[in-house]
């Protein structure tokens, strides 16, 4: 079991950043890596993904404006939030992809982004 911890949320004013984190307690190289959302009375989205290999896939809503990476030495994923805009409030929760091998995948609890004046 690989449990994965969130961190960097907070209140951002509309047009600020954030950066946020996935630590894993474990190896997730082998995982492509995700990025959800789920604002108040909406389901959760996929915003960003990063493959194993390093590709990244993004939501139309904040393709130029997020960037996902990941740090395999330290079991760590990355969202960077730029220009950041009301409609971007949520929870924002990663994933380790283990569809691959007909597994469920690995949660975290989220972090909150609000991004209010």
């Known amino acids: 079991q690989v449990q994965l911890v969130e961190s960097g949320g907070g209140l951002v004013q509309p047009g600020g950043s954030l950066k946020l984190s996935c630590a894993a307690s474990?190896?997730?190289?082998?995982?492509?890596m995700g990025w959800n959302r789920q604002a108040p009375g909406k389901q959760r989205e996929l915003v960003a993904a990063?493959?194993?290999?390093?590709?990244?896939n993004y939501a139309d809503s904040v393709k130029g404006r997020f960037t996902i990476s990941r740090d395999n030495a330290k079991n760590t994923v990355y969202l960077q939030m730029n220009s950041l805009k009301p409609e971007d409030t949520a929870v924002y929760y990663c994933?380790?992809?283990?569809?691959?091998?007909?597994?469920?995948?690995?949660w975290g609890q989220g972090t909150q982004v609000t991004v209010s004046s």
């Open positions: 994933n380790a992809d283990r569809s691959y091998w007909g597994l469920a995948d690995y």
């Open positions: 474990a190896t997730i190289s082998i995982y492509a």
């Open positions: 990063i493959t194993s290999s390093g590709k990244t």
